[in-house]
């Protein structure tokens, strides 16, 4: 299998499983040279797919001899399964409250550090079918609209933005990360959806993009952090370092994502 592919939890347990049975130790990550190499295990939010992707690969040639194992889900998700003991070098949040759940548990081998920030759009069928110009078109009767669930951050943005806006809706579905969201729209079952617009980029021609002003009441701050029982210390420093480095920050912002 080609190194830097995604993969579940299990996988990623077992990748560790794995490294501790051939004899690696916590400082697996370090190399005789001084550099780094084996597993770097990222749990990272789900709006972050398509980029850490690309930084996931950039960094394994920077690097040779380390693979990066992702686990992407919605922050909420994975602040929790971190919270349980999962093995993870590196939590990446799409809000500064998911990594709370984090650090004050005591799970952040130092200060978390924001990235990046996104904000939201309206994504709609393409060429816009329903004429949706703005977050008010939201509230029309008969318009199906998904959400994400207000306890992950695309959901708690879309609440923030949809209250300071005074607009009220009642969504046909709350889904548990940005991806689902957009899944909805991109399969036809609703008529838009509130997603990063990171993510309606990355969706390309699938959907078209609705900007709206109101998104800059709830832009979402990005914090990234190694992690207390990381089974790779040296591998978390460094990958933090590469995503908060100039090409892993150019890869972030052709995604769409705004500096910190």
Known sequence: MRAGVVRTVAVAVAATLALAACGGSRDAGGSAGGG????VTVFAAASLTESFTRIGRDFETANPGTTVV???AGSSA???Q???GAPADVFASASPRNMATVTEAGGADGEPAVFVRN??????APGNPEGVRGLADLARPGLKVALCAEQVPCGAAARTTLDAARVTLTPVTLEQDVKGALSKVRLGEVDAALVYRTDAR?????VTTVEFAESAQAVNDYPIAVLTDAPNPAGARAFVAY???APGQAVLTEAGF???
């Open 36 to 39: 780094v190499t084996g597993t």
């Open 70 to 72: 992702f686990n992407f």
């Open 78 to 80: 994975l602040a929790t």
């Open 82 to 84: 971190i919270a349980e």
């Open 119 to 124: 904000q939201l759009v309206v994504a709609v």
């Open 202 to 206: 990355a969706a390309g021609a699938d």
């Open 243 to 245: 995503v908060r480095s």
């Open 258 to 260: 705004q500096a910190p």
